[in-house]
């Protein structure tokens, strides 16, 4: 139950456009939002403006995104975002639920929760995920933990955000990693790292891309993304499987350009079959010295032939030419996934944050 009896949780439509009075609500929330993510991180890395984030939210043909707001005395001061995945058979929806550190403890991120909760349970989804943030800086030497089904890490039992989970029926599915890598790479490490990939990988050839994928690829560009699904590791969490086609593909692309975040991408093609073996893409920023890894993967077939290196190689070195101002990398990884995080220990990667997946069952 919320303690303070003037809060109230309110759908906060999508506006047409920004600087309206039907925008104010929208901006307020997204201005709120940056102030969480100051708090937490310290910096503004997850700060955006809210022209990108109505570009997200827009984006709705294949995930469809419900907002509502937690109002305490006709100021925002939280929100549940429900995210439903729009596939056919689809049984997931993902809650993202913040709330200002200031009035936390009153119940309002319960009520928010409850919210999202119902919303899901109407729209006939029975697997649900949520997640906590925790910056290295703010995990403890020692005391108790709480892991996942698998991988080494752990999250901090006494954290509020873990016990507020588990209060409300979570279990941690899994712990994603996030990494900082500082660039631009040393000249050393990146000859080390080429030298040894492409002693293995003499079958294949990389082709790199920026904001649009050519026409020629799109159709096996897309194949290879909906194995994200199905060849990353997912012990102890739901994931509905995404079925990506060309147009999807321009969707996504279309999405992040918006958002002022447009990828650069590059693919391992066997040269032979002229099949797409792994790709990676960089969101690069319109501004700022910080940029996101997305997704890096090697289709099972291929591996062992240090693609994902190969790809990460030459993806840097285009982003060294294309925004030579991006000095700081970030990528995120499964707890689990060893080979992956190896690739990301040899490039001089360093612990940054961990995520929790939380998990739970509607009836």
Do not use: C
Request: charged share 25%.
């Amino acid at each position: 139950m919320v303690d303070d009896g003037d809060v109230s949780i309110v759908r906060v439509p999508l506006p047409e456009r920004l600087g309206t009075p039907e925008s104010a609500a929208f901006e307020e929330l997204v201005s709120v939002m940056n102030g969480i993510a100051y708090e937490l991180w310290g910096n503004d890395d997850f700060v955006y403006t809210a022209e990108a984030e109505l570009a997200s939210f827009r984006a709705q043909e294949f995930h469809e995104k419900l907002i509502f707001a937690a109002v305490l005395d006709g100021a925002i001061v939280g929100r549940v975002v429900v995210d439903f995945p729009l596939e056919e058979d689809a049984i997931t929806a993902t809650l993202l639920v913040d709330v200002a550190p200031a009035i936390r403890g009153r119940g309002i991120g319960a009520a928010l929760l409850a919210k999202g909760e119902e919303l899901a349970a109407d729209g006939g989804r029975t697997a649900l995920s949520a997640y906590t943030e925790h910056p290295v800086g703010s995990l403890p030497d020692g005391g108790d933990v709480v892991r996942a089904a698998a991988g080494p890490s752990g999250l901090p039992a006494d954290a509020p955000e873990v016990r507020f989970a588990l209060s409300h029926g979570y279990r941690l599915g899994q712990i994603e990693r996030s990494s900082q890598l500082t660039l631009p790479l040393p000249s050393a490490t990146a000859d080390a790292l080429l030298a040894d990939a492409v002693a293995h990988s003499g079958a294949y050839r990389t082709i790199s891309w920026w904001r649009r994928t050519p026409d020629e690829f799109a159709e096996a560009f897309a194949a290879l993304k909906e194995r994200m699904t199905t060849d990353v590791p997912q012990a102890g969490i739901a994931l509905d499987d995404e079925a990506w086609t060309p147009e999807r593909v321009r969707q996504h692309e279309d999405e992040l350009s918006g958002r002022g975040e447009p990828l650069l991408v590059t693919v391992a093609q066997h040269i032979q079959s002229g099949e797409l073996a792994a790709y990676t893409e960089i969101a690069v920023p319109d501004d700022g010295d910080k940029a996101e890894q997305y997704d890096t993967l090697v289709a099972a077939a291929h591996r062992g032939r240090r693609l994902g290196t190969l790809v990460k190689l030459e993806n840097l070195r285009r982003l060294g030419g294309l925004a030579p101002r991006i000095h700081r990398l970030l990528t995120w990884n499964a707890d689990e996934n060893t080979p992956m995080l190896a690739v990301n220990d040899a490039f001089g990667f360093r612990p940054h944050a961990l995520t929790g997946n939380w998990q739970k069952t509607l009836p």
